[in-house]
Every structure is written in structure tokens, then in C-alpha cells.
């Protein structure tokens, strides 16, 4: 008998990740995608199935975290072994201009998954995973933040998971469900979401040394992240619905780094050396020096000329717009418990996860530089 998965979010970063894991682990996965106006699958469209062939391992189905109906029609359907709740309004900076959107999906849409596998009377049956996430320490309490820190959340989309995070709780205590939550740092891929921090700067990165791009245009520069990579992350999940007691966990690097350190490691990777200077909307970073052989190397003898060029030049900016209302300075998380309890141990660092998303971008950045030269209009998105 295969195991049977349903996979809020399967569209996103962790959902391509843990689709393809839990297929080759032998799972049917059901997955939840919105209805979008053009294709939204691309980050699982190698997984693609024809909806015509029998037994397949990869089915999707319309819906939104805001249907309580359809959530439970789905649920009732499908009668899953395990949900992986990954569907979320997750950036935090848009949580707050979608205020009650980012509640209604983040929070509500929590609840809707726990009291529809109560009503179809699947609490024996049903393992839930709840995303949960380490903004729900915010200003934090204590470091490194582990499962008993205090949470002091600060933004929309923080104060929405924290609703999701008690009623989870709530829920496995007042039914006996198996409900558990990863609070989970901040993890990151070739497949994150283009406007988060990691991507911002591999991709602009990327084009500013195939001369795509000619500046970069950031927020704040100090806040500090725990960052891994979402590869080592949904492992975690897995096996925290593999225990034999429901329970929540911290899953984290134990590293954590400020914005302007991980974008010198992403020059550095791809051999420019930048040096910050300035204070404020004021610092700005320049290009202080190349290292030819590891820029030939990992982007190409024909850009070299014009990059040499732009020694002096400032290619990361300040622009206050990407400041936060309210911020959250420090994230390190402190895993122990994930570490010993379920064995995880993350195969990636944070140099090796610049790797693997450099790599990613200088390809696609490529594509992007061979259409520029033919005359088509590549458009920068600042945001
Ligand atoms: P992501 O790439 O932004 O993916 C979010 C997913 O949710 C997408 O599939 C998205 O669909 C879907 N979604 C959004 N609104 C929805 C709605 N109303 N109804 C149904 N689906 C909806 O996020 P991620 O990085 O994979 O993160 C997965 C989960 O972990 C999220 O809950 C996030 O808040 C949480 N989390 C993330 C991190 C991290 O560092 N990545 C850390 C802690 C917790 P579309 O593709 O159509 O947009
Ligand atoms: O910001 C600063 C920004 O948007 C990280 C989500 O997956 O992880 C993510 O939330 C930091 C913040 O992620 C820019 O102010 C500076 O301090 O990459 P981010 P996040 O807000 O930590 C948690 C764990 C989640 O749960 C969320 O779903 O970087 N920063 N300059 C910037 N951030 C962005 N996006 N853009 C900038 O230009």
C-alpha cells in the first residue's frame, strides 16, 4: 500500500522539494495549486504526470487556503496518510500591505486543514505538519531561539503563523491529533521566490557580472539569518511526521550571518571582492577587485574586460523602500533537539548553498544575457 501525501503549497519552494522527496520515497502526492491566470507549476513540472496515465504518483488539484469547503472536500477525497501544510502568503515585507489576507490564509487556513480532518473524523488516521517559522521569535527573547524561546512576533505574517502555531498545538492537545510544528529558519534554494533576500542578490549578482544589470538596490544590510539549505529542510519535515509522538521541533543551521556578509560571499563566489563604506540609505558597496581565473571560470573570459572596467564602481545601493515597519535583526537557531531526537543533519553550508544557487543564476542569467544581445527587452525587477 502506498503511503498517500497532500501538500498545501506544492507550487512553492518546499513543496517542489518535498514532492519530488516523498514521490521517490514511494508516496501518492496529492497537491493544492491555485488557480492562476497562466501556468504556475514550473518549479514541479518535472514531476508532471498526464492526467490520463493510471497510477499516478503526482496529482494536483485546485484550491485555496481561503475554501474551507474545498479544503475539506479535497481532505475527504484524498484521505491522506499525512498533510504537509506549506500554502502561505510567506513574504514578509508584502504581510505588511496584505495584512488580512496574509491572516486569513497563514492562520485561518491552518485551522481549516485541522477541524476538516476533525469533521471527517480522520484524527486517527492523519498526520498534519504545520509550517511554522522562526519570525515568530521576532525580537528575540534569547539566543540562539530554540523549541522553549518566547515568541514576540513582528509583522502581519508573523502574528498570523503564531495563530497557526497555537491552534496546532491546541489541536493535538484537545483531540489526540498528530499535529506538529517545524519552526524552521530561514531556508533557501535555486527554487526560492525571486523577490527574498538570497535570490535578490544571486540573481542581481548573476546580471551585474554578465553586465544584464548594472546595480542592486537592498534594505537592510545588518539584519542577521540563520540560512540553509530548503534540500536539508524538508527532510526535517518528513521526519518529524515519522516519530512516534507528535511534537514540535526547531530545525536550523546554528550559523547566522548579516545581509552584507552573504552578499560579499556571492561576489566572492563568482571571484569580485566588494568592500562596504557609508553609513545608513548612505553604504553603499564597490567593486574593490577581481580574481581573473575564478571569474573566467564561473562566468567567462568574454565579460572580464568590462567587468575590470567597473573597479571603483558601486554595484549595491540602499533604497528604503525594502526597510520593514517593524524588523527582525537577529534569527540563530539552536537545533539540538531535531539533531539528537530525529537525526537530521544538513548536508549544505552556507558556501555550498551559494554555490548551488550561483550556479543556477549564472545559467539562467545566461539565457537572459544571449536575449539582451538579440535585441529583445530584459526587464530589472526592483523589488
Ligand atoms: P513559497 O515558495 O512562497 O510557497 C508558498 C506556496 O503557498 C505556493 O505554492 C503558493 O502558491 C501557495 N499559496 C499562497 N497562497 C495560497 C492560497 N491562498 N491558497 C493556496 N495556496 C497558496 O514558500 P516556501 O518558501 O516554499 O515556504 C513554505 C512554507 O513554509 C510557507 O508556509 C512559509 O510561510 C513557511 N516557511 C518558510 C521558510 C523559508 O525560509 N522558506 C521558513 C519558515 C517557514 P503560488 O505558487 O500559486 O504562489
Ligand atoms: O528577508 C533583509 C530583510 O525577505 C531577510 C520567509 O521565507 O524567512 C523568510 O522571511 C532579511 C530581512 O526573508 C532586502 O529586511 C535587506 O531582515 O529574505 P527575506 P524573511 O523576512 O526572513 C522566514 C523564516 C519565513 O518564514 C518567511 O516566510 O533581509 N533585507 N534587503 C531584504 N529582504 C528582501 N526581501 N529584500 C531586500 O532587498
Known amino acids: 500500500m502506498r503511503k498517500v501525501a497532500l501538500l498545501t503549497g506544492v507550487t512553492g519552494q518546499d513543496g517542489a522539494y518535498l514532492s519530488e522527496y516523498l514521490v521517490k520515497k514511494g508516496y501518492t502526492v496529492h497537491g493544492i495549486k491555485r488557480r492562476a491566470s497562466s501556468f504556475n507549476t514550473n518549479r514541479i513540472d518535472h514531476l508532471y504526470q498526464d492526467p490520463h496515465q493510471e497510477n499516478r504518483n503526482l496529482i494536483l488539484h485546485y484550491g485555496d487556503m481561503t475554501d474551507s469547503m474545498n479544503i475539506t472536500r479535497i481532505i475527504g477525497d484524498i484521505q491522506p496518510d499525512e498533510i504537509y501544510n506549506l500554502a502561505a502568503q510567506s513574504h514578509v515585507k508584502v504581510s505588511f500591505d496584505t495584512p ?28 498534519i505538519y504545520q509550517a511554522s517559522t522562526s519570525e515568530l521569535y521576532g525580537l528575540v527573547q534569547e539566543v540562539p531561539q530554540k523549541e522553549t524561546t518566547p515568541f514576540y512576533p513582528r509583522s502581519p505574517y508573523a502574528v498570523a503563523k503564531l495563530y497557526a502555531y497555537w491552534i496546532t498545538v491546541n489541536y493535538r492537545e484537545a483531540y489526540n491529533m498528530f499535529a506538529c510544528n517545524g ?9 526560492r521566490g525571486e523577490t527574498f533576500v538570497t535570490r535578490k542578490v544571486t540573481r542581481a549578482v548573476a546580471r551585474i557580472a554578465l553586465g544584464i544589470q548594472n546595480e542592486v538596490y537592498m534594505g537592510n544590510l545588518s539584519s542577521k539569518r540563520d540560512w540553509g539549505h530548503a534540500k536539508d529542510y ?19 543551521t546554528g550559523i547566522t550571518t548579516t545581509i552584507r556578509d552573504f552578499i560579499k560571499k556571492t561576489f566572492r563566489e563568482i571571484g569580485i571582492g566588494i568592500e562596504f563604506s557609508g553609513e ?25 574586460e568590462a567587468m575590470r572596467k567597473r573597479i571603483g564602481e558601486a554595484v549595491v545601493k540602499v533604497d528604503p523602500e525594502y526597510f520593514r515597519p517593524t524588523e ?36 539562467e542569467m545566461k539565457k537572459e544575457a544571449y536575449l539582451k544581445e538579440a535585441g529583445y527587452r530584459i526587464l530589472n525587477y526592483f523589488e
Not at 492562520?107 to 480532518?117: F, M
Not at 469533521?119 to 492523519?126: A, C, N, P, R, S
Not at 545608513?280 to 568574454?302: M, R, S, W, Y
Open 100 to 127: 488580512e489576507y496574509t491572516a486569513n490564509v497563514d492562520g485561518l487556513g491552518t485551522l481549516r486543514i485541522l477541524e476538516a480532518v476533525r469533521l471527517l473524523k480522520l484524527t486517527d488516521k492523519t498526520r
Open 234 to 252: 524538508i527532510k526535517a519535515m518528513y521526519l518529524i511526521l515519522q516519530q512516534d509522538t507528535p511534537d514540535d521541533y526547531v530545525i536550523a
Open 280 to 304: 545608513g540609505v548612505n553604504e553603499t558597496g564597490k567593486i574593490a577587485q577581481i580574481n581573473t581565473d575564478l571569474f573566467v571560470e564561473k562566468i567567462g573570459e568574454p565579460y572580464l
Open 328 to 363: 527582525v535583526e537577529l534569527l540563530i537557531g539552536d537545533a539540538t533537539k531535531a539533531r539528537t531526537k530525529l537525526s537530521w543533519e544538513p548536508k549544505y553550508n552556507l558556501d555550498t548553498l551559494i554555490e548551488d544557487m550561483m550556479q543556477n543564476d549564472v545559467k
Open 183 to 191: 519552526i524552521l529558519f530561514n531556508h533557501e534554494s535555486p527554487l
